[in-house]
């Protein structure tokens, strides 16, 4: 979920209550060094794995002066979540992105995408309007994830007829790449966040 295009101060608040490994808490420094504003649960709170969310959130939403963006992860707990939200939200100029990675097994197929995005929709009550390829296998993906991502990030948008906003693609694949850089949107990334086993 993206709120408020064109705004110059950015803040970030993590709804995902499900996955414990990445959490924006986690790298608050780095954030705190691009100007970005955390909104996350303080003190011990801050590293438990409980579904806590801040109410300073509610600040932000209200406030026009921010580009609020909401990590709700990609499944029906954390549009729940969102949906709390639903009447601060549903009057604000805002995006609701949905992020693919096809190499998980729910999301794998345009049914799978498609049955996922409905069912959050339905849980959040607000719209889908753009979709995000973000297909990787971590440390072992290979350009083959990307093009399988893209070209089922494609399918999709056909069939719902929505916005493919972009391809996420990790910095190192940028040579290899650039066919897919001249025919689409990419956003080349550097990965800050790793997993406990990388």
Not at 50 to 76: C, F, K, R
Not at 169 to 180: A, Q, V, Y
């Amino acid at each position: 979920m993206l709120t408020r295009k064109n705004i110059e101060k950015v803040a970030i608040t993590d709804l995902d209550v499900v996955n414990p490994y990445f959490r924006s808490r986690d790298v608050k420094h780095l954030l705190n060094e691009a100007g970005i504003r955390l909104i996350a649960p303080a003190g011990k709170l801050s590293t438990s794995d409980l579904p806590i969310v801040s109410g300073e959130i509610y600040g932000v939403i209200s406030n026009p002066e921010y580009h609020l963006i909401i990590d709700v992860g990609g499944d029906q707990d954390g549009a729940t979540a969102l949906g709390q939200y639903y009447n601060d939200l549903k009057n604000t100029e805002h995006e609701m992105a949905f992020v693919i990675n096809a190499n998980r097994p729910q999301v794998s197929t345009a049914t799978d995408v498609i049955a996922a995005i409905k069912r959050i929709e339905s849980v959040s009550r607000l719209k889908v309007t753009g979709l995000i390829n973000n297909t990787h296998l971590g440390v072992g993906t290979t350009l083959s994830d990307i093009t399988k991502g893209t070209q089922l990030t494609g399918e999709v948008a056909e069939k719902l007829k929505i916005p493919f906003l972009f391809t996420t693609i990790d910095e190192k694949f940028k040579e290899i790449t650039s066919n897919i850089d001249s025919k689409e949107r990419v956003l080349y990334i550097n990965r800050f966040m790793r997993l406990p086993w990388e």
